[in-house]
């Protein structure tokens, strides 16, 4: 499902875009809401995955959201680049799905990588790991982990068996190239096929 929100503001003090509190609260209001038209229910759990910072009016906006549709198991996540790169011996890099736990709020994960059964490493370029940062989570690093990797496998529409970001942010990344065109009063499509 395709919603989308306002337009977010680039903080003069993290150069983060964030929406406040209000526009936060309404985009998982309507998430919620396209979600109960195809479903008839509402999710037991959500996971928000952000390519930024999560401050503290987003927050209170989505979790006002997910309160008031009686929603209380939710996960932030911020999943970026990575700096942060691992070596091992040999001529390969890093195995596709190595954690590296920083602390109890960050890790490492490589998403790309080599793969034991191919034994090599099936890209071109030396891959870069995903930097995730556990913002309000209620699961384990290793869990959050696990789904990301599986996230990343789920781009049907190529031919490559793995992808360096997961589908939620790559779709969204996907949409809001066709959505920058269209005016802000517009009527948008819901299904994420139109937008491929």
């Known amino acids: 499902m395709v919603v989308r929100g306002r337009t977010a503001t680039v903080s003069k003090e993290d150069r983060h875009p964030h929406l406040p509190e209000e526009h936060a609260y309404e985009l ?34 989505f979790e006002a959201a997910l309160k008031e549709k009686g ?7 911020w999943v970026s680049q990575s700096a942060t790169k691992l070596y091992r011996a040999g001529k390969y890099p890093p195995l596709r799905g190595t954690l590296l736990t920083l602390d109890d709020r960050e890790m490492v994960l490589y998403t790309r990588g080599s793969v034991d059964f191919f034994e090599t490493y099936p890209g071109k370029y030396v891959p870069t790991p995903l930097r995730i940062r556990l913002e309000n989570t209620e699961q384990t ?40 065109y269209c005016s802000e009063g517009w009527q948008i499509e819901p299904r994420y096929s139109f937008y491929m």
């Not at 919620?32 to 906006?61: C, M």
């Not at 929603?71 to 996540?77: A, E, N, Q, R, V």
């Open 28 to 61: 998982v209001k309507d998430a919620l809401a396209r979600y109960w038209d195809v479903h008839k229910t509402f999710p037991a759990r959500i996971v928000l995955h952000k390519s930024s910072r999560f401050d503290d009016n987003e927050q209170r906006g």
């Open 141 to 180: 690093q290793r869990f959050l982990a696990r789904e990301i990797l599986a996230l990343t496998k789920m781009n049907w529409n190529k031919t490559q068996f793995d992808g360096a970001q997961p589908i939620t942010l790559q779709a969204s990344r996907n949409c809001s190239n066709v959505l920058r």
């Open 71 to 77: 929603i209380s198991t939710h996960d932030f996540l």
